[in-house]
Nanobody, 122 residues
Framework: QVQLVESGGGLVQAGGSLRLECAAS????????MGWFRQAPGREREFTAA????????YYGNFVKGRFTISRDNAKNTVYLQMNSLKPEDTAVYYC???????????????WGQGTQVTVSS
């Protein structure tokens, strides 16, 4: 069983930055990819970013457009999402998740954290 715990969310003004963290634990932690998704009220869960755990290769959702950076620390089993130039439309609950597939589809991710709220005020 893999446990994922997100942190780092909060309230920030438009144009500001936040850094999310997702710490993984569990004896079976061995993902191919760790990803970040977000979900705003009334909307579907949206792919935000992912990273191939072994190689560190990042992937981003189309809306990111250079504003977010995903990284990982293998020794700490932690993935980060640095978010800059935040906009009110970035307001959502952000979740981290793992998968053993090459996928950006939420239903192909196996383990999920509880989420962390990000609120961007205008």
């Amino acid at each position: 069983q893999v446990q994922l715990v997100e942190s780092g969310g909060g309230l920030v003004q438009a144009g500001g930055s936040l850094r999310l963290e997702c710490a993984a634990s569990g004896r079976t932690f061995s993902p191919y990819i760790m990803g970040w998704f977000r979900q705003a009220p009334g909307r579907e869960r949206e792919f935000t970013a992912a990273i191939i755990w072994s190689a560190g290769t990042p992937y981003y959702g189309n809306f990111v457009k250079g504003r977010f950076t995903i990284s990982r620390d293998n020794a700490k089993n932690t993935v980060y999402l640095q978010m800059n130039s935040l906009k009110p439309e970035d307001t959502a609950v952000y979740y981290c998740a793992t998968t053993r597939r090459s996928s950006t589809r939420a239903n192909e991710y196996d383990n999920w954290g509880q989420g962390t709220q990000v609120t961007v005020s205008s």
